[in-house]
């Protein structure tokens, strides 16, 4: 066990208010030679360590990760051995706020930051030291120059402040060393830099940087000034109707940095926060910007990219760019639903529909793993989900499709990566979700209570709703089957017991007969509108009979809406392959093409560089949705990527071996789909997949390459079971 385990938490005096940063600090004298050094720390807050003025761990931010931190914190261990000199260790670790008790935390958390650290030293003669934070006269703390640091709020930097005044530190009462884990999670990188682009006055006057994209991370910036001159700026994600600098969105998040100068040329990025913005603002700046002075840095959580995408439709091909974008501004540490306003929360359920997508884009294994295992530790004895994870005090409510994450991201991540340990380890807490549902309800074959937030952004309601039109019990009736479903092959797949299996093979089935008793009325669902229809077929929910009528309802619903979608966060990541399954690809290519509002391109012809919370975010005639809930950066509606990658390339998962072990082919290529070409590439553990196809003449030509490892069934007009290698077809179209 490492000695981490054996020292105290350690904080010092502050004031609730007091939002600096602190340092607390120990010098270690050795009187042999050390051999090997290892540093292991964390802190309740964010962290930066230094041992002998060497920052460790430099190329990792916002440690030590977001977690559930009444029940865990990751700490990490450094290798410093080379950084031991004079027979000397002075260690320094310098403590924010961040995720654990900033403004982000919620309004009640108040806590004092805290350390714990232990350095662990190995000397020549083979003996063996360690030595730990505790509240003796070995450690002292200061203030450091991080005078105001938030997530949200973002951080002021005095670099003139030099003498540290230093206090006594005390013991952090309340906090518990069991409660560390070895760091679990990716960790969080400077990932590209961006160039500013051009240097904007608008009407206001202001003076504003653009660098082209929507991004998440911070401003570098390198500035010679005189000793108390201030650099300031604000962020945000666009302009205005006008060309003006446009907050409001934010909220309450103010997003401002500033850095006072020490006279001396400073290169400086902010510590403890990020921003999720395209322009910045000079709000203090000398007349002379020099725009090479100034860089974004993109930071998220170090995820190696796995899929690629480009087709003959330059908009689609931005789509899919848009939707790489705001997975990269919102996975960082914890999938969130935003970067930039006063949320930036791990909610469940746009976790929850961008999951696949999303293990397709990049190799999310790891980074889900870390947060299922939060979501596991943040529900209740009952098995309640909260909306947010990790959990923030004031959004314990639980609402269906959004708890569901519990069971589709784990059974997602055991499709994407063929490994079953996610299953294993999730178990209990898909269990226990759904013993929740079933218990909380009146009924234990429709959930038909609690507070729900539906079709979330539907546009079938009058404009300026949340909530959609679709039932809120169909629609948490359909997740529960769903959950249910999940959790009938996850304990197969386990090998569970088999009274285990027929408990969730009968709950199921009566499920389905309470659906369809319930929700379907004179030939329609309950209600009538696209999004029930989406659920009901993509869940498989229906009879076998009333499949048709279902799905020449769904289409009737889009005729009616002028063959566009009004569906929100539940029914839009489905629709299209609800329509392409049951016979209407045709109709599933022109939703995805359609440029006109509302449309996954709409957007793009607006100006975006990342996915829109709303499909109108921006109004056709060029004002915004509103201020209270308008985020540029939300990958929800990203969703739809795993259609371009499953339905349009044709890569697809075979569930009876998951894991790209044996792939499908299936592209769908229809004259009248608009494209003439598309490919696709997802890099996984057996090697590259990458599949192609081309309109030339009145013939499609298609290429696979299937991995070493891998096998493949691909269907065409014939179908085909192949081994690893490349394959090339001719067909007529
Ligand atoms: C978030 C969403 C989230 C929702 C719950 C919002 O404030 O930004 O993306 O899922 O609340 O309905």
């Known amino acids: 066990m490492d000695s981490i385990y054996r020292a105290r938490w350690i904080t010092t005096d502050m004031s609730p208010d007091d939002y600096s940063a602190r340092m607390f600090q120990r010098t270690v004298k050795f009187n042999k030679k050390v051999i090997k050094a290892v540093f292991h720390v964390t802190a309740l807050g964010l962290y930066e360590a230094y041992v002998n003025d060497?920052?460790?761990?430099?190329?990792?931010?916002?440690?030590?990760?977001?977690?559930?931190?009444?029940?865990?914190?990751?700490?990490?261990?450094?290798?410093v051995t080379n950084l031991i000199k004079k027979d000397e260790a002075i260690l320094e670790v310098h403590v924010a706020r961040g995720w654990f008790s900033g403004h982000i935390s919620g309004e009640c958390i108040r806590m004092p930051l805290a350390l714990v650290c232990a350095l662990d030293v190995v000397f020549q003669d083979g003996t063996?030291?360690?030595?730990?934070?505790?509240?003796?006269?070995?450690?002292?703390?200061?203030?450091?120059?991080?005078?105001?640091?938030?997530?949200?709020?973002?951080?002021?930097?005095?670099?003139?402040?030099?003498?540290?005044?230093?206090?006594?530190?005390?013991?952090?009462?309340?906090?518990?060393?069991?409660?560390?884990?070895?760091?679990?999670?990716?960790?969080?990188?400077?990932?590209?830099?961006?160039?500013?682009?051009?240097?904007?006055?608008?009407?206001?006057?202001?003076?504003?940087?653009?660098?082209?994209?929507?991004?998440?991370?911070?401003?570098k910036f390198t500035v010679k000034g005189k000793k108390g001159q201030k650099f300031a700026l604000s962020h945000a994600e666009i302009l205005d109707n006008e060309g003006n600098f446009y907050t409001d969105n934010l909220r309450k998040a103010k997003q401002y940095v500033e850095y006072i100068s020490n006279g001396r040329m400073s290169t400086y990025s902010p510590h403890f926060s990020f921003q999720g913005f395209r322009y910045i603002r000079l709000d203090e700046w000398p007349d002379n910007v020099k725009l090479e002075d100034?860089?974004?840095?993109?930071?998220?959580?170090?995820?190696?990219?796995?899929?690629?995408?480009?087709?003959?439709?330059?908009?689609?091909?931005?789509?899919?760019?848009?939707?790489?974008?705001?997975?990269?501004?919102?996975?960082?540490?914890?999938?969130?639903?935003?970067?930039?306003?006063?949320?930036r929360l791990g909610w469940t359920g746009d976790a929850q529909v961008f999951a696949k997508a999303?293990?397709?884009?990049?190799?999310?294994?790891?980074?889900?793993?870390?947060?299922?295992?939060?979501?596991?530790?943040?529900?209740?004895?009952?098995?309640?989900?909260?909306?947010?994870?990790?959990?923030?005090?004031?959004?314990?409510?639980?609402?269906?499709?959004?708890?569901?994450?519990?069971?589709?991201?784990?059974?997602?991540?055991?499709?994407?990566?063929?490994?079953?340990?996610?299953?294993?380890?999730?178990?209990?807490?898909?269990?226990?979700?759904?013993?929740?549902?079933?218990?909380?309800?009146?009924?234990?074959?429709?959930?038909?209570?609690?507070?729900?937030?539906?079709?979330?952004?539907?546009?079938?309601?009058?404009?300026?709703?949340?909530?959609?039109?679709?039932?809120?019990?169909?629609?948490?009736t359909a997740y529960y089957a769903n959950s249910v479903n999940i959790l009938r092959k996850t304990s197969r797949i386990l090998k569970k017991n088999q009274k285990v299996i027929s408990y969730y093979e009968k709950l199921y089935s009566n499920i389905i007969k309470a659906f369809n008793e319930t929700f379907w009325q004179n030939d329609k669902l309950l209600t009538d509108t696209q999004t029930a229809y989406v659920l009901a077929l993509h869940f498989h929910l229906l009879y076998e009979d009333r499949i048709n009528t279902a799905v020449l309802n769904l289409v009737r619903k889009l005729h009616e809406f002028n063959d566009k979608i009004s569906t929100g966060f539940l029914g839009t990541p489905y629709i299209l392959h609800v329509l392409a399954d049951n016979g209407y690809a045709a109709l599933a290519y022109q939703l995805l093409l359609e440029r006109e509002y509302p449309s996954w391109i709409y957007p793009i012809t607006k100006g975006a560089t990342t996915i829109w919370e709303h499909w109108d975010n921006i109004k056709p005639d060029g004002t915004f949705w509103s201020k209270d809930m308008n985020s540029f950066n939300h990958y929800a509606y990203g969703a739809v990527v795993d259609f371009i990658y499953e339905k349009v390339a044709g890569i697809r998962i075979d569930e009876t071996d998951p894991g790209f072990k044996n792939i499908i082919f299936k592209p769908i290529v229809l004259k009248e789909c608009g494209l003439t070409y598309?490919?696709?590439?997802?890099?996984?553990?057996?090697?590259?997949?990458?599949?192609?196809?081309?309109?030339?003449?009145?013939?499609?030509?298609?290429?696979?390459?299937?991995?070493?490892?891998?096998?493949?069934?691909?269907?065409?007009?014939?179908?085909?079971?192949?081994?690893?290698?490349?394959?090339e077809y001719i067909e007529q179209l």
């Open 678 to 727: 598309a490919k696709a590439t997802i890099k996984t553990k057996n090697g590259d997949i990458s599949a192609y196809w081309k309109i030339d003449g009145n013939k499609i030509l298609y290429n696979f390459e299937v991995p070493k490892k891998s096998t493949a069934s691909i269907y065409l007009s014939n179908s085909y079971n192949v081994g690893p290698g490349t394959y």
């Open 54 to 79: 060497k920052h460790v761990g430099k190329n990792f931010r916002f440690l030590p990760g977001w977690t559930h931190y009444t029940r865990r914190v990751q700490y990490q261990s450094f290798d």
């Open 128 to 219: 063996k030291d360690f030595y730990i934070s505790m509240a003796n006269d070995s450690w002292k703390a200061a203030k450091t120059k991080v005078v105001f640091s938030d997530i949200y709020d973002g951080e002021i930097y005095d670099d003139r402040l030099e003498l540290h005044d230093f206090q006594p530190v005390k013991i952090a009462h309340g906090y518990n060393p069991n409660d560390l884990v070895k760091h679990q999670g990716e960790y969080v990188k400077e990932q590209e830099i961006l160039p500013a682009l051009r240097l904007i006055t608008s009407p206001k006057n202001e003076r504003i940087i653009d660098f082209g994209q929507n991004l998440t991370g911070y401003v």
């Open 358 to 476: 999303a293990s397709y884009n990049f190799d999310v294994k790891k980074f889900f793993t870390k947060w299922l295992a939060d979501l596991s530790l943040s529900q209740g004895a009952n098995g309640a989900v909260p909306v947010v994870i990790p959990i923030r005090y004031s959004y314990t409510g639980v609402s269906s499709a959004w708890g569901d994450a519990a069971t589709i991201i784990p059974f997602q991540m055991y499709l994407t990566y063929g490994d079953k340990k996610i299953l294993e380890s999730q178990y209990e807490s898909m269990v226990s979700w759904v013993d929740y549902i079933k218990n909380s309800s009146d009924n234990p074959y429709i959930w038909n209570n609690g507070n729900h937030y539906g079709d979330w952004l539907a546009l079938d309601v009058p404009f300026g709703t949340y909530k959609g039109k679709t039932d809120i019990n169909l629609i948490s």
């Open 294 to 343: 100034v860089k974004a840095v993109v930071v998220h959580s170090d995820m190696k990219r796995t899929g690629y995408f480009e087709s003959s439709n330059i908009f689609l091909n931005k789509l899919f760019a848009n939707t790489i974008w705001s997975q990269k501004g919102n996975f960082l540490d914890v999938p969130t639903d935003c970067p930039q306003r006063d949320e």
